[in-house]
């Protein structure tokens, strides 16, 4: 059983910078793959960017170039930095992981989930 908890969401303004963070409860992390999803209010839940092992990402359209994912295997950590916020950001990001993933942006694919954290941008 692997445990993710997520951290560093908060309200910022429109045009700011914000980076997430998640950690991870185990001593196989580099064996994971690993991404972020949101869920807008009244959404269903979306890809925002994935990182596999050997530390290749990919990226949800609306976020690219602004976004980047990054993780540190010795920290069991993974990151989202979230520069050049928009209002349509504004969501819960949820940290996820998963031995094989075939679909890095079908939620299907992971099997451990963090409870999200919280992202507010006003304008």
């Known amino acids: 059983q692997v445990q993710l908890v997520e951290s560093g969401g908060d309200s910022v303004q429109a045009g700011e910078s914000l980076r997430l963070s998640c950690i991870a409860s185990?001593?196989?992390?580099?064996?994971?793959?690993l991404a972020w999803f949101r869920q807008q209010a009244g959404k269903k839940r979306e890809a925002v960017a994935a990182i596999d092992r050997d530390g290749r990402s990919t990226y949800g359209d609306s976020v690219k170039g602004r976004f980047t994912i990054s993780k540190d295997n010795a920290k069991k950590t993974l990151y989202l930095q979230m520069n050049s916020l928009k209002l349509e950001d504004t969501a819960i990001y949820f940290c996820?992981?998963?031995?094989?993933?075939?679909?890095?942006?079908?939620?299907?694919?992971?099997?451990?989930w963090g409870q999200g954290t919280q992202v507010t941008v006003s304008s």
């Open positions: 996820a992981a998963g031995l094989y993933v075939a679909d890095a942006v079908a939620e299907y694919e992971y099997n451990y």
């Open positions: 185990t001593n196989t992390y580099a064996r994971y793959f």
